[in-house]
């Protein structure tokens, strides 16, 4: 196998040290390496478009650090990170620049990168979700033994407490508190030191410095009770904050997790090996993404194409329902091409090779997803831009109060400064939204729908228009008789019992139907032949005589001008010629009705895209209560379609189950996937309603709508919350064991409103 090809020399001048470089960026830099990760940029030959997962991520001005530590590397051209699920998309020039460059510049800036296809197997997230369960239960455990040392000093009575048992508590409460500060808030001071260290200001700045006041006043206060920092101590307060932000903290990782591997799911598609056939008919085995155009494949029954071409041997019926929505298996001769990550049902056939990887349909598919979801809405760039100044003022804040009391005393003047520090501290703003969805996401699974991203319960309050897919979403994966049509002296029945029996013999979606609506008669066949694409033959003994039949396509039985635009239909003859014609629909999902009738009440204008025929998506439109529909609509098609509504004013959420919905499923303001979807579409859903039931449409949506009601309840009484304890604070009439209750408090009431979301309204 010929070695794989470096990436051309970077100047000198350009290229950033290597000193400190591992040998896994380095080998990144082998083309073979980055193409794993990477596609062609869209319209460009000389640029790619790159995709790596960045850990250490975690607060919202991490987009715009990270964004900045990269662009300005040697030939990258555009970097968008996406903080939600932690990946960054860089275009850059493979002449000008090398991806170990970007893996330095990340791990100069305090975070680490790696390739997306990475993200799954990376043993390091899931060491790093125990972890951070281990400093929140510790800091829980800490705090409720702190608070119970800390319940005498504020309740005791002058003289009621002697001084050895007051330092008794304070000592016994130091101790508790150390494991707190040493293990549990580790990720504060971690994080804060590397913004610090880089010249910037994150989330967990203030709270770093909060927390090291309030335990080394307290600390003070401890060793020395007649020195100059008093005799009070705030550990209750560090405890009790500490936990309260472990709490969103882990909140954030779970979700965070539950998005990564999600280009995994989708590259799994694919095979990883395939038959390919030399020039002198020998075969070898050899890796997909080894496959060139012009090399000739071998694929039998079960397989799935790994690359676009056409069919040189043989004949079958694939599968391309994940990739177009067509909602019927297609029969496939010499000649005709196949597509990537369709599935070849029936028959053995060798296959050309025309386009591998991202020049494929698959790998298109793939592109649009990746680009789709990395898009950052407007509001979350200005969120970003706003969050280091925010903090700033906070900061300057609690020194301005601590200057202006300091003629107090120390003691006195850092008690305000760290009670600033905390009322300031968006604690219950934080858990006003996370609250109120965690408690509506609990009510929705325990009615079977998985709650993927707790955010877009939030989002989807807004949504005025629902798009469904049809294959697979509105309709299941079998067809049902409609009609039957026989000729004269034929009954309908007597015809069904004929061409049941050959029906049975068969596995093709058709003949199932027929199978599944035909008489128990008790007939027969034998000598069945199975014609791929076209029908099957056979002869049924039947009142006493043989009878040759066939059943299949118009052509297969010889019956001509008999097909009806948009309609499946499956023919019988015999000897004699035509004996009846049945025509076939697909089967409604059951709770279909309901489920358009339930949006309706809502308020909400419901459409059908698909990629069936135009007719066919028509009339199951009608029958299914929706107004609008379309057919014939490709990924691309569907993508711009939800795109358009947007750009018009519109909130989408997009109700799919297909690869082919992937893109849009990505750019769709609010995803919902049903329990059967491919993990494609399920990796790029809000939600996964299981069992298929579509009435959980609208109760995603009406839930969604109280949520966004409870959450708005909360951050109204969070801001009411700071707009009185801050000036207090300030003002010196708050101590920091007030402050840390008071946040508590707030924090609590958030909870309990955010409970009544705990059960669904009918």
Request: hydrophobic fraction near 50%.
């Amino acid at each position: 196998m010929q070695a794989a090809a470096l990436l051309p020399p970077v100047p000198v001048a350009a290229a950033p040290a290597r000193a400190g470089a591992g040998a896994a960026a380095c080998a990144l830099d082998e083309r073979a390496e980055w193409e794993s990760f990477s596609r062609p940029a869209k319209g460009r030959d000389d640029a790619w478009e790159s995709y790596l997962a960045v850990e250490g991520m975690y607060c919202p001005g991490c987009s715009l650090t990270i964004e900045q530590a990269l662009m300005p590397l040697p030939g990258v051209e555009d970097v968008q990170v996406n903080g939600a699920t932690a990946t960054a998309r860089i275009v850059w020039a493979p002449a000008q620049g090398r991806p170990s460059q970007w893996l330095e510049a990340l791990q100069r800036a305090g975070y680490r990168g790696l390739p997306a296809s990475d993200q799954l197997a990376a043993v390091p997230r899931r060491q790093a979700r125990r972890m951070m369960l281990w400093r929140w239960l510790v800091a829980g455990f800490c705090m409720m033994q702190v608070m119970m040392y800390a319940v005498p000093a504020y309740v005791a009575a002058p003289g009621e407490m002697t001084p050895d048992v007051a330092a008794l508590l304070r000592w016994a409460a130091w101790l508790l508190t150390l494991p707190v500060l040493l293990f549990s808030c580790r990720p504060f001071f971690a994080s804060a030191w590397r913004d610090v260290r880089h010249g910037r200001i994150g989330m967990d700045v203030p709270v770093a410095i909060g927390i090291a006041i309030a335990f080394g006043a307290s600390t003070a206060a401890t060793f020395d009770p007649g020195g100059p920092m008093g005799g009070e101590v705030w550990y209750d307060s560090v405890t009790m904050f500490v936990f309260f932000l472990l709490s969103g903290r882990l909140l954030e990782q779970r979700l965070r997790d539950r998005t990564a591997g999600a280009l995994e799911a989708l590259a799994r598609r694919l095979p990883e090996t395939v038959e390919r056939l030399a020039a002198d008919g020998s075969t070898e085995r050899i890796a997909v993404r080894r496959l060139q155009a012009g090399d000739r494949i071998r694929l039998r029954a079960g397989e799935v194409f790994p690359a676009d071409g056409r069919i040189l041997e043989g004949e079958t019926q694939v599968d391309e329902a994940l990739l177009t929505g067509e909602s019927t298996p297609l029969p496939r001769h010499v000649g005709q091409p196949v597509i990537a990550g369709s599935a070849n049902l029936s028959g053995t056939v060798v296959v050309l090779v025309e386009r591998t990887g991202a020049a494929t349909r698959y790998g298109q598919i793939v592109a649009l997803m990746e680009r789709a979801s990395v898009e950052k809405p407007a509001i979350a760039r200005l969120a970003d831009r706003f969050a280091s100044p925010f903090l700033v003022a906070v900061l300057f804040g609690a020194a301005a109060a601590a200057w202006w009391w300091w003629p107090q005393g120390p003691g006195h003047a850092l008690g305000v400064a760290v009670a600033v520090l905390i009322v300031t501290c968006p604690c219950a703003l934080s858990l006003a939204t996370p609250a109120a969805t965690l408690a509506a996401a609990g009510a929705l699974a325990r009615r079977g729908i998985l709650v993927q991203r707790l955010e877009a319960l939030e989002s989807g309050a807004s949504i005025d228009t629902v798009v469904f897919d049809k294959t697979g979403t509105l309709t299941i994966d079998r067809m049902s008789l409609r009609a039957v049509r026989t000729r004269d002296g034929v009954t309908g029945q007597e015809a069904l019992a004929l061409a049941g029996a050959l029906a049975r013999q068969s596995l093709h979606p058709a003949s199932r139907a027929l199978a599944a609506a035909a008489p128990d008669s008790g007939l027969q066949a034998h000598a069945v032949q199975e014609h791929g694409g076209r029908g099957v033959a056979g002869r049924v003994d039947a009142g006493g005589a043989s009878r040759c039949l066939r059943l299949g396509s118009a052509a297969f039985c010889g019956v001509a001008g008999s097909e009806q635009a948009g309609l499946a239909q499956v023919h019988l003859a015999d000897e004699a010629g035509w004996l009846a014609s049945f025509e076939l629909e697909e089967t409604l999902r059951s709770g279909a009705l309901a489920a358009v009738a339930s949006l309706q009440r809502l308020g909400l204008q419901a459409e059908v895209l698909s990629g069936d025929r135009s007719a066919a998506v028509q009339r199951l439109a009608q029958r299914a209560g929706l107004q609008q529909a379309r057919g014939g609509q490709g990924p691309q098609d569907k993508l711009d379609r939800v795109a358009g509504l947007q750009a018009a004013g519109r909130r989408v959420a997009m109700v799919g189950d297909g690869m082919n919905d992937g893109p849009v499923l990505a750019r769709a303001d609010l995803s919902i996937a049903l329990g059967e979807a491919v993990p494609v579409a399920q990796a790029r859903s809000d939600f996964i309603i299981q069992g298929g039931q579509l009435e959980g449409v609208a109760a995603i949506l009406q839930q969604a709508r109280r949520t966004r009601a409870v959450v708005r309840q909360n951050l109204c009484w969070a801001a009411l919350y700071n707009a009185v304890s801050v000036p207090l604070a300030i003002a010196g009439q708050m101590p920091p064991w007030l402050a840390g209750l008071g946040m508590a408090a707030s924090s609590l009431f958030v909870v309990l409103n955010a409970a009544r979301l705990a059960r669904l309204r009918t």
